[in-house]
């Protein structure tokens, strides 16, 4: 341990002297604070917060990915180059002990860059509201949806599978699945009908209604509001743009066995447009001791058209369920992950590239995991036989890279909403315990058995 | 018979990206070096002296045959432990500087801290950087670096010096100052290996050499046995009248002999040497060569700081290694007749720098056959012996820095 400790001092030693983190540190510094002055969002103080968390967390995420992928290929390829390696691995260490030590190296390096960073973050974002007059209500509304961590709950999706079956083998009876979807494989045809069959049923007509059910609502405070976030879609766009609903949110099962009522009910009537996130704040009080909470919707009959709430979007639960600040710390922790996969990234890449190449890969690698998401998702639009060669081929390479803008924190932080304990450690375990570590072994195998003396040109 | 070092055909073919064989850097080469042998590869430049060291420390895989080091793998850390190192040139993290240098080496061999602190000190007196060893080990000159180098081979007391071209880009004292010290941890007990090819620093030094051309061993052998003339004689006297070297040609055309009769030349170092020391004691300003002006502080340094070289390497093999004893087969350094001027020359230098006695540079030039050893060996016996846990003969001599040294070695 003493040497693996050695090398890790060395390594950090390095990346301070030879000017390469000082750049970035000098950077951040002289950035954070300005952003904090400049980042204006749509004006409010809201937008201001929002703005100055998302360009803060992305710089400095991006800034030390950089910098990860630079000192962790940089460190082994000038040893390798500059032959330091010769005096070094002639010494009574083992090659792993050497890698290790790098890596650790840059690992501490990062902690400490990660923490610094995200505390001047924190620090603007906490203070920043104290140089705004803000009005009581500005502020209860910002403590509502910045300074929380909302959990979200959305509706489970029906299970449409029979019907769909039933639909199916009825229009392929009749012959009319040809006609409906001249091109498509049987597949594809099967999901376009689960859609549709699934948005039946976040549908009604006027005078109808919709019961949603969740189980295990858990705000962090019983004495706080909730927040049920829905949009309209409607078939025929109302003459003044709005539809009248009128909701109930409780524990509708107090209703239907016709027991003495424990927990309120909470009705709301309300005009709200069509295409818009609207939100409704209920007293906490409403959810069932079990956790159990209904939402229930009417489609009154001012409208005079059917209400269609999207499954992408179309209606969820939002509550309070941890502070702002451990939701931070956890953000910063996703940071953290990225960082340690980069750096074994960069190891790997090391131990057998020269420093542009390893360089050019490791950016490849991480930008390619930066847009994974969108690459993933473009396969989907394509035709039905290319989208199948690609997801047997480029795709199961995309979803082997860590998917970086799906766990980006400032998609959390921004809105609010919280990055659960349980999501964290899935992305632990799969970006550092699974992927990271894949790739260390690979760099572990490689660095041990080449002839370090040779250079790679 | 065990040995130091033993490669058993040892091969590298450099192959191109097809697998196809370009080069043989060394083909089926079988060496075999003793315990407390200093040991000397020659050869022309690429001539594979470099490519075998690289593949006995592991850093380049052979193609075929076994390399051994002290009897086991050199990438065995239980064999790297007991091995220095010194590359063609000083391959030195550029950003660190000379202590903290010694300390990250240190710390690779797990030395304990006490330990390290007291090798680190004395090393950087010994290599002359104590007075620099805050500046970065970048800004050296190539001949500081060579020393720093130096340092880091022997920070854990290596039984196995590997050394190659240990004295590029140093000027002739630092030369003369290495060549020292390579004699000098031979009669401790050290193996060396010595990788030149400046044939006069081998000369001076090895007890055995191997001449390497085209990755094989041309020529192997005792320098002596390589070197001498059979057949021919020379004799050195004190300058002696005309009428006697007539009396002695005479003698000699009876005897049917050529002879040939010269005054001997000094030898180019000693001369260099001297005249340096002498322009120090006059204090007289060099323009630039800043590395001669340190070299002199140098020993100037080793005179006051009597020993320290004692203190850098175990004491006599007999108490260290007794399982060596009978391996060793050491060839008297008396027999080989280089070393011995040499360490006259060492007495010089020392005795010559101030406040030592400025009147012992005159008497001291001409006189390559008087042994200085004594005083020169107990000038440095202290500082070994401190080194590895040895009472120090020589500390008494510096009271300023005896008491710190002991307490560290005995931590």
Known sequence: ?457 | MDYAIETISLTKVFSDWWGRAKAYAVDDLNLQIRYNEVYGLLGPNGSGKTTTIKMLLGLLHPTKGHALLLGGDGTDPKINRRIGFLPEESYLYRFLNARETLDFYGRLFGLAPNVRKMRIEALLEMVGLRAVASRPVGMYSKGMARRIGLAQALINDPDLLILDEPTTGLDPIGTRQIKDLIIKLAERGKTILLCSHLLADVEDVCDRIAILYGGRIQAEGQVRELLQQSGRRQIVTSDVSDEAVNKIRGILESENAECEITSPMEKLETFFINTVVEAQQQARPTSGAVSTTQIGEFLMAEKSQAGILDKLVSAPVSEDKPAESPATQRIQPSEVPAPEPDRNLLGELTKSTPPAATEQVGPAKPAPSEVAEPQDRKVRQGVLDALTGKTPPATTERPHEGPKDEEAAHG
């Open chain 1, 1 to 457: 341990m003493g040497r693996i400790w050695a090398v890790a001092v060395n390594t950090i030693r390095q990346a301070l002297r030879m000017k390469i983190a000082l750049i970035f540190i000098v950077l951040l510094l002289v950035l954070l604070p300005v952003l904090g002055l400049t980042a204006t969002g749509d004006g409010t103080l809201k937008g201001r917060l929002q703005t100055f968390v998302s360009y803060g967390l992305s710089l400095t995420s991006l800034l030390l990915s950089l910098l990860t992928i630079i000192v962790s290929v940089y460190t082994i390829t000038s040893d390798i180059e500059q032959r330091q390696i010769y005096t070094v691995a002639t010494k009574p260490i083992r090659r792993y002990q050497l890698l290790l030590g790098k890596l650790l190296g840059v690992v501490v390096l990062n902690v400490a860059l990660v923490t610094l960073f995200a505390g001047i973050v924190y620090g603007v974002v906490v203070f920043l509201p104290g140089f705004y007059d803000a009005s009581e209500e500005t502020l209860r509304q910002i403590d509502n949806e910045f300074y929380t961590a909302r959990a979200g709950l959305v509706p489970a999706a029906p299970d449409v599978e029979e019907e769909v079956t039933d639909l199916y083998n009825r229009l392929e009876r009749t012959g009319q699945l040809r006609e409906a979807y001249p091109a498509l494989p049987p597949d594809r045809i099967l999901r376009e009908l689960t859609l549709r069959k699934q948005l039946e049923k976040r549908a009604t007509g006027v005078g109808d209604g919709l019961v949603w059910e969740f189980q295990n609502v858990r705000p962090l405070d019983p004495n706080q509001s909730i927040f049920i976030r829905f949009k309209y879609d409607v078939a025929v766009e109302p003459p003044n743009g709005l539809i009248y609903g009128r909701w109930q949110i409780g524990d509708m099962r107090q209703v239907r066995y016709g027991m003495d009522f424990k927990t309120p009910i909470w009705p709301e009537d309300r005009a709200d447009p069509v295409r818009t996130f609207r939100e409704i704040e209920v007293p906490a009080r409403v959810i069932a001791d079990d956790g159990y909470l209904a939402v229930g919707f009417l489609n009154v009959p001012a409208n005079s058209t059917t209400v269609i709430f999207p499954i992408e979007d179309g209606l969820e639960i939002l509550y309070k369920a941890d502070t702002f600040t451990s939701n931070f710390i956890r953000g910063t922790l996703l940071i953290l992950f990225r960082l340690i996969f980069l750096a074994c990234l960069g190891l790997l890449a090391a131990s057998f590239l020269s420093f542009p190449v390893a360089i050019l890969f490791c950016l490849v690698i991480f930008f390619t995991g930066t847009v994974s998401g969108f690459v993933l998702e473009s396969f989907e639009q394509l035709s039905a036989s290319a989208w199948q060669v690609y997801s047997y081929t480029i795709g199961a390479l995309v979803r082997l890279l860590p998917q970086f803008d799906k766990y980006n924190p400032t998609a959390f932080l921004v809105p609010g909403r919280l990055i659960a304990w349980s999501m964290l450690g899935r992305v632990l375990l799969l970006m550092v315990g699974i992927q990271a570590f894949v790739l260390l072994v690979l760099a572990l195998i490689v660095f041990s058995f080449r002839e370090l003396a040779r250079i790679v040109i």
